[in-house]
């Protein structure tokens, strides 16, 4: 198996990375290349293969074949797919240091975030080795009829996938598209294709038969496109920005594809005045600066009783100043750099006009001076307070380290305030009275409440669904949900 071309480039060795087809690591059509490059400091990570529509039609029909292929049970002997997932899942446990690094290297994260994302991968592969799609036998009113409700694969599904956790991210869909009987072709996001395709190589070892999975590098726009009009997909399943999955559900639709869409997310957090101060600072600390705040769960504004707001405020200052900015591969950083320019350009635009707009800046704002890191894409953790709700820090999604901090004067207002939002991703109460708990819980439009509950460290948990009310997203991905997200239901009915 030859994944890599070597090259000389810069001044160094660089590997090519291929797409991966039908088993096989292979150039692009055209043999075009394009680079990544760290976001910590602008240099040359690697090459990829630019994947082009036609490589896009490839995968498709690799996959298509290999769906037909195992389904008529032509595989000899039979492919068991729970055994290739828990072997797959052993496999990236040994390589999380490679894995790791190359994601931290083309994402810019800390290493200790992407070994947690490769840990949060084998285990959503560990989980959906052990899950079976629920069927069953249904009595209905002619007792000499059967009936039988069984859950069959959709067929080929197009998974798209965004930058901020690839891997994570990815694992969700091609875990329970393979579990439940499906092909797969992956399109990584342009930006961070490198550990994706280390993937591959894992799940070839592991045993996965050709054509099930496959991975295709390239631009949403022409690669991600492709596979979602071309007529044997049949479900598409992505997750990224809000507007590209409008646009993704109108392509779907010529053909009526299943679509799963994850999208953006304003997560409020709300502070009562009997929360545990300390333990609501913490998570909004971990929940917004976590992946330099580049997540969908991630806490993305914050309701605060007005009587605890100053010591609110103080404490989390106090925290949020002691983050080290720095490359994500030395072990002292604990926030890593936004992970573009336009990333960058965006969370600087919304806080400036947030300021603009009469906000206090208590922290941050802006670049931070060092000179070390003055090529990489950093931006300094940032909170702002006295916070106007139509500003951009609160009407949009901010994909960065900068937290608007809004005080409130009772659970209704904050509630009111809170799900004033066009995002309905996760919500998040702080409030030792259960009563208020419940309400809140009941209340706040959002796919994941969390009571007195951190955000972050494993975000949400590979057990329950996952997903958006609102413009945050169509369907659920994770738990039996997830599974069954990539079936078709199927009634048989048989008589005497
Ligand atoms: P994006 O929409 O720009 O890109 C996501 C993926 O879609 C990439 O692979 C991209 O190449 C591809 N793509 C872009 N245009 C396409 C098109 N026209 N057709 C097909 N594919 C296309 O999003 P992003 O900036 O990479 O990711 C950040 C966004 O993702 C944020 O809004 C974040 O909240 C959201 N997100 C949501 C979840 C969730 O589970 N709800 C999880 C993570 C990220």
Not at 54 to 69: H, N, W
Not at 438 to 466: C, F, H, Q
Request: contains cysteine; hydrophobic residues 40%; charged residues 25%.
């Amino acid at each position: 198996m030859n994944k890599r071309n070597w090259e000389f480039r810069e001044t160094f060795f660089v590997l090519t990375y291929k797409l991966f087809l039908n088993g096989e690591f292979v150039d692009s059509s055209t043999k075009e290349t394009y680079e990544i490059r760290n976001p910590a400091n602008g240099s040359l990570v690697d090459t990829v293969a630019r994947g082009t529509p036609e490589d896009a039609r490839a995968a498709v029909d690799f996959a298509y074949d290999a769906f037909k292929r195992e389904r008529q049970g032509s595989s000899a002997p039979p492919i068991n797919i729970s055994r290739i997932l828990q072997v797959a899942s052993d496999l990236v446990r040994q390589n999380e240091t490679e894995l790791a690094t190359t994601m931290t290297l083309e994402q810019g994260k800390t290493i200790a975030e992407s070994k947690g994302e490769i840990r949060f991968f084998a285990h959503t592969l560990e989980y959906y080795a052990g899950l079976k799609a629920r069927g069953s036998q249904v009595n209905i009113s002619d007792p000499s009829k059967l009936a039988v409700v069984e859950k069959e694969p959709v067929g080929v599904v197009a998974g798209i996938v965004p930058w901020n956790n690839p891997i994570l991210l990815m694992g969700a869909k091609l875990a329970s598209a393979l579990a439940a009987g499906n092909s797969i072709v992956i399109k990584p996001a342009s930006t961070t294709p490198l550990s994706t395709l280390k993937v591959g190589e894992l799940f070839v070892k592991a045993g996965l038969p050709k054509g099930l999975l496959n991975f295709v590098t390239g631009s949403g726009e022409t690669v991600g496109e492709e596979l979602v009009t071309n007529p044997k997909t049949r479900k598409v399943s992505f997750t990224g920005d809000t507007a590209t999955g409008k646009r993704i559900m109108q392509l779907a639709s010529s053909n009526l594809k299943r679509v799963t869409l994850e999208l953006g997310g304003s997560n409020p957090i709300i502070v009562a005045d009997d929360a545990d101060i300390d333990a609501a600072v913490n998570a909004t600390l971990n929940g917004r600066f976590r992946n330099c705040g580049q997540g969908c769960m991630c806490v993305k504004r914050t309701y605060v009783f007005e009587k605890i707001a100053p010591i609110f405020v103080e404490k989390l200052k106090s925290k949020a100043s002691a983050i080290v900015l720095g490359d994500g591969m030395k072990p002292e950083t604990t926030m890593g750099p936004v992970h573009s320019k336009p990333q960058l350009e965006k969370v600087s635009r919304q806080v400036s006009d947030t300021i603009e707009k009469g906000a206090n800046l208590v922290l941050g704002g802006g670049a931070p001076s060092s000179p070390e890191l003055s090529k990489g894409f950093f931006y300094l953790p940032t909170l702002v307070t006295d916070v106007d709700q139509t500003s951009k820090l609160v009407s949009e999604e901010c994909f960065g380290p900068a937290l608007p901090i809004i005080t409130v004067d009772s659970m209704d207002d904050a509630i009111e305030q809170a799900n004033s939002s066009i995002y309905g991703l996760g919500a998040s109460v702080w409030t030792k009275d259960l009563a208020r708990a419940k309400k809140a819980a009941r209340e706040l439009e959002a796919g994941t409440v969390l009571v007195n509950s951190l955000y972050g460290a494993g975000g949400w948990e590979i057990e329950v669904p996952m997903g958006g009310f609102k413009q945050s997203g169509v369907g659920r991905e994770y738990g039996i949900e997830g599974l069954e997200s990539y079936t078709e239901t199927k009634t048989t009915i048989y008589g005497s």
